[in-house]
């Protein structure tokens, strides 16, 4: 399995690797979830993430945490240069005008000068109380073209998207891009395992990122316990958690899985290939029932539009 996935910058982003040595120091991934359930309900602080080899910290600064990530990172004594850092724009912040002081605030309370990853967090412009900016949501070109300002600026090493789906992928690409967007991190599990948005985003050098890879809180009880997942656990003699976990490194996306278990963020840095017969029988299995996506704010937020409607 590969230990990393190259992005057009030429940079490296962590993946989950085979190699028990190299994933204990290098493979990491974290949730915002887990920073503040290990801080608050456990009182480990979240440098103990750390110590455990997580260097990929998934953040955003909706998540109202990044404050700590700094203070755990500071206290941790990781160099700066050994940490992958994502965070994600918040859709009050699209109009051009409001993106870099939104970007100063995270990267102030990171304790950085710089972002390995920058995502736009939903398809959405919409400022706090009002209605949703409708052309910028459509065609969100101006944010773009403010975040490869940013690049140039040196103030982010890569840019990309979260909750896209084809159709608004494509309407911001119809753009003359100077950077096209290098990741998109989206809801992909056994239960929306997202075939054709892996297609197309392997057509067009895109990077899928997998969040509730295992099929979020509610649900990874039914993931772990699949007929198809348990008896290919049995067969290599790993978890059902690090079949699921291989599977999807194996295709070729980056995987966030979260736990607040010591034991199980350990368990889930450890990843093998799958023999080929083995994944193709749990690829099959994923995509030849009915998705079921988890998360969908689209109502919660009041919007009269299905933020991932229009790709059929
Ligand atoms: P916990 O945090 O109590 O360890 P997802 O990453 O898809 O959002 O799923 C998160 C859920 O999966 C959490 O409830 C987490 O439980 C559970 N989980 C994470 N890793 C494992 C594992 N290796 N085995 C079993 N459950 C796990």
Same mark, same amino acid.
């Given at each position: 399995?590969?230990?990393h996935?190259?992005?057009?910058? #030429? *940079?490296?982003?962590?993946s989950?690797?085979?190699?028990?040595?190299?994933?204990?120091?290098?493979?990491c991934?974290?949730?915002?979830?887990?920073?503040?359930?290990?801080?608050?309900? !456990?009182?480990?602080?979240?440098?103990q993430? &750390?110590?455990?080899?997580?260097?990929?910290?998934?953040?955003?600064?909706?998540?109202?945490?990044? %404050?700590? $990530?700094?203070?755990? /990172?500071?206290?941790?004594?990781?160099?700066?240069? %050994?940490?992958?850092?994502?965070?994600? &724009?918040?859709?009050?912040?699209h109009e051009?005008?409001?993106?870099?002081?939104a970007?100063?605030?995270?990267?102030?309370? &990171?304790?950085?000068?710089?972002?390995?990853?920058?995502? $736009?967090?939903?398809?959405?412009?919409?400022?706090?109380?009002?209605?949703?900016?409708?052309?910028?949501?459509?065609?969100?070109?101006?944010?773009w !073209?403010?975040?490869? %300002?940013?690049?140039?600026? #040196?103030?982010?090493?890569?840019?990309? @998207?979260s909750?896209?789906?084809?159709?608004?992928?494509?309407?911001?690409t119809?753009?003359?891009?100077?950077?096209?967007?290098?990741?998109?991190q989206?809801?992909?599990?056994?239960?929306?395992?997202?075939?054709?948005? &892996?297609?197309?985003?392997?057509?067009?050098?895109?990077?899928? %990122?997998?969040?509730?890879?295992? #099929?979020?809180?509610?649900?990874? #009880? *039914?993931? /772990?316990? /699949?007929?198809?997942?348990t008896?290919?656990a049995?067969?290599?003699?790993?978890?059902?958690?690090?079949? $699921?976990?291989?599977?999807?490194? !194996?295709?070729?996306?980056v @995987? /966030?899985?979260?736990?607040?278990?010591?034991?199980? $963020? @350990?368990?889930?840095?450890?990843?093998?290939?799958?023999?080929?017969?083995?994944?193709?029988?749990?690829?099959?299995?994923?995509?030849?029932?009915?998705p079921?996506?988890?998360?969908?704010?689209?109502?919660?937020?009041?919007?009269?539009?299905?933020?991932? *409607?229009?790709?059929?």
């Open positions: 399995l590969p230990s996935f190259k992005l057009p910058s #030429g *940079d490296r982003i962590p989950v690797a085979l190699g028990k040595h190299a994933v204990v120091l290098h493979r991934f974290l949730t915002y979830r887990r920073m503040l359930e290990v801080r608050d309900g !456990q009182g480990r602080g979240s440098g993430t &750390l110590k455990a080899g997580y260097r990929h910290i998934d953040g955003a600064w909706i998540y109202r945490n990044e %404050e700590e $990530i700094g203070q755990a /990172l500071k206290e941790s004594g990781v160099p700066r240069e %050994e940490l992958w850092l994502t965070s994600k &724009l918040w859709n009050t912040f051009p005008a409001d993106i870099e002081p970007l100063d605030d995270t990267l102030k309370k &990171l304790g950085t000068d710089y972002l390995d990853l920058y995502l $736009i967090h939903w398809p959405l412009a919409q400022k706090n109380g009002q209605p949703y900016n409708k052309t910028l949501t459509e065609d969100p070109y101006p944010t !073209q403010k975040l490869e %300002e940013l690049v140039a600026k #040196g103030k982010l090493r890569n840019i990309g @998207v909750n896209f789906n084809v159709r608004r992928l494509q309407n911001l119809a753009n003359p891009l100077k950077i096209q967007p290098a990741v998109n989206v809801e992909i599990s056994y239960w929306v395992p997202q075939p054709a948005l &892996l297609d197309y985003s392997k057509k067009h050098s895109l990077l899928l %990122e997998a969040y509730s890879p295992l #099929g979020g809180d509610g649900k990874v #009880g *039914d993931t /772990l316990r /699949l007929p198809v997942v008896k290919i049995s067969q290599l003699g790993i978890t059902p958690a690090q079949v $699921i976990i291989s599977w999807s490194v !194996q295709r070729g996306t @995987v /966030l899985p979260k736990s607040v278990t010591p034991s199980r $963020i @350990v368990e889930n840095l450890q990843v093998q290939a799958l023999p080929q017969a083995l994944f193709d029988e749990l690829e099959e299995a994923a995509t030849s029932h009915e079921y996506p988890r998360l969908n704010p689209s109502k919660g937020w009041g919007l009269d539009f299905d933020i991932f *409607d229009g790709d059929d």
